[in-house]
T-cell receptor, first 115, second 112 residues
């Protein structure tokens, strides 16, 4: 029973480059959430996706950030033209909405460092 | 605005003592609450949850108390162990779309 898998675990980018973070939800989960965590801070909601649909992107910055969850394959969080302020840990979580427990299962995170 | 916050940023306890971590929430529509534990370099792990129709829920060594009147949530850890050292987050869910809102987190440090 594999949990939520995120890769890469660590990613270093220079300013202006692109970062792609991948998330494979738990088996049987069709709901994916992305959260961002700055050092010494809590988790901030970014986006909630279902297969092929963005349900809630109210936490996503208006520019440079995008997310997708295709019918096949992992969910992708894409950050274009990264800036130093994008340095953070990005966590993916999944749930089985049918259970309606609200509990999210988190991955180990992808830590982005922008030089 | 909606917010979930924690009263204290750090808590230091002696091994074997009981720990109490407190959390305030402001969204009176929230009907589901979760405590997560996050160890250094890892993702948050579920500890215990409680729905708004309950005042108390117990797990293994942990108890969550919910006071809806004052919108307060607490996590009690019995016989705190070194392995309990971590950052603890409370999170609330208004119930509409399972979008959890997290508090800032409190660091629990267990002294040997």
């Amino acid at each position: 029973n594999a949990g939520v898998m995120q890769n890469p675990r660590h990613l270093v980018r220079r300013r202006g480059q692109e970062a792609r973070l991948r998330c494979s939800p738990m088996k049987g989960h069709s709901h994916v959430y992305w959260y961002r965590q700055l050092p010494e801070e809590g988790l901030k909601f970014m986006v909630y996706l279902q297969k092929e649909n963005i349900i809630d992107e109210s936490g996503m910055p208006k520019e440079r950030f995008s997310a997708e969850f295709p019918k096949e394959g992992p969910s992708i969080l894409r950050i274009q033209q990264v800036v130093r302020g994008d340095s953070a840990a990005y966590f993916c979580a999944s749930s089985n909405r049918a259970l309606n427990t609200g509990e999210l299962f988190f991955g180990e995170g992808s830590r982005l460092t922008v030089l | 605005g909606e917010s979930v916050g924690l009263h204290l940023p750090t808590l230091s306890v002696q091994e074997g003592d009981n720990s109490i971590i407190n959390c305030a929430y402001s969204n009176s529509a929230s009907d589901y609450f979760i405590w997560y534990k996050q160890e250094s370099g890892k993702g948050p792990q579920f500890i215990i949850d409680i729905r708004s129709n309950m005042d108390k829920r117990q797990g293994q060594r942990v108890t969550v108390l919910l006071n809806k009147t004052v919108k307060h949530l607490s996590l009690q850890i019995a016989a705190t162990q070194p392995g309990d050292s971590a950052v603890y987050f409370c999170a609330e869910n208004p119930g509409a779309n399972s979008k959890l809102t997290f508090g800032k987190g409190i660091t629990l440090s267990v002294r040997p």
